[in-house]
Nanobody, 124 residues
Framework: QVTLVESGGGSVQAGGFLRLSCVAS????????MAWFRQTPENAREGIAA????????IYAASVKGRFTISRDNARSTAYLQMTNLKPEDTAKYYC?????????????????WGRGTQVTVAS
């Protein structure tokens, strides 16, 4: 059974950066897509970035495009989210997830496997 574990969250000042990691353990993920989502207590879970594990193709939500970069290292069964120029509105709990196939790529209901999340807090 595969589990996803996120790390790298924390508290930063606006304009700062963080890199989140998501490690898949238990057995290797055979293709599909890895994505990062975020959620606050007030809002629904938002898909922000996804990467295809086979060819590395990526998609981003408009809210993070140009500031966040998703990548994967298949040999380490790890996906990353490099976040730069962080803003207070980026404050949320960040989750990684895996899907075998997607249509949209950023919809939570396309993803079957989820981590437990890591908190990111950006102070103004």
């Amino acid at each position: 059974q595969v589990t996803l574990v996120e790390s790298g969250g924390g508290s930063v000042q606006a304009g700062g950066f963080l890199r989140l990691s998501c490690v898949a353990s238990g057995s290797p993920l055979s293709g599909g897509f890895m994505a990062w989502f975020r959620q606050t207590p007030e809002n629904a879970r938002e898909g922000i970035a996804a990467v295809a594990l086979d060819n590395g193709g990526t998609i981003y939500a408009a809210s993070v495009k140009g500031r966040f970069t998703i990548s994967r290292d298949n040999a380490r069964s790890t996906a990353y989210l490099q976040m730069t120029n962080l803003k207070p509105e980026d404050t949320a709990k960040y989750y990684c997830a895996h899907a075998r196939t997607v249509v949209d790529g950023l919809r939570p209901n396309e993803y079957q496997l989820w981590g437990r999340g890591t908190q990111v807090t950006v102070a103004s």
